[in-house]
């Protein structure tokens, strides 16, 4: 059995990468979201080991102290982080793992984990990622003009992503990526040829 | 306008590298095989610039201490290379050009053309390259023997190419190197994002 590869996607928020990965997902069976750790208390309706796993900070402290985070940051207080076991025991059963995380926690499973699948889902225009973050049209502009901001400069760390996508209709966005993922199954790297006479 | 590639495709005779590279090119008119150069004979039946360009010996002799081929080889006393600038002057119109090489050649435009996708097609296995080696059943055994090594031997540079292709049906092996096609479009260094406000 093949073993399953890390695939980082990162994106500005409005630019669709849920809808876009759940459409992927659909079509393949061997996929999976990792799950994230978290220190923040669980919050109703959220189930651990679903949504997060929460754990307290001293446990948090004491795997990043043991190397066991892919990535981690922390933001308002609270930690957030990949622990590494989960993603490896699903990859040697064969599966997929899809880390939907920010730029520079993106950057840390890159260093980590040279063959991990990287890419960077963008916006098809500057107008448009602008349309989308305002969804609803009731963002006050000051804050619109900050996210889009915010959006604009996310995007230009896309180079250091292996591939970078436009996500102008969902069904093509996620045909790029079915694609991405057969091909990489191809590298020779993860190929086997079969030269011996059969039994 | 997108540049075009340079796409290298090896793999042993027999293989059916072929019927698979027509079955892509069917569904891309943006792709095209690259015409080599030949000092050998026309022969009856071939077209200038279509299976070969004919040229004297001399000519090649000054093309090569020109630099002007992408890679070279000589058979049976006859020079074969890839003219570079063909090559080129499709590349600007957005035309990706396939080269359809032996090993050594495919080694040559590796190193020459970092930018180059190379792709190996592999047999699904030792017995089946035997059976299509021994096609229609009337190849002496011996003679059968020596071109199965040969073929083994080719596959043992599979690892030199980005990806190898396992040629079980034409189909899956089209749909794997179109897969290839479509991703390495998505590479971040040939995606721009459009990050300026609309005119």
Redesign the interface.
Known sequence: MKQGRIIIVSGPSGVGKGTVLKEVMKNNPALRFSVSATTRKIRPGEIDGVHYYYIDKPRFEKMLENHEMLEHAEYAGNYYGTPEKAVNDALAQGISVVLEIEVQGALQVMLRRPDAISI?I??????ELGRRLNGRGDTPPDVAAERLHIA?QE??N?????????NDTVSEAA??I???L???A????Y?T??????E
Chains 1, 2 share one sequence.
């Open positions: 960077f963008a916006p098809p225009s500057y107008n604009v995007c230009l896309a180079p250091k992503y292996q591939y970078t996508i436009i045909a790029q079915q694609a991405i057969t091909a990489e191809c590298r020779s790297e190929t040829i079969q030269l011996k006479e059969d």
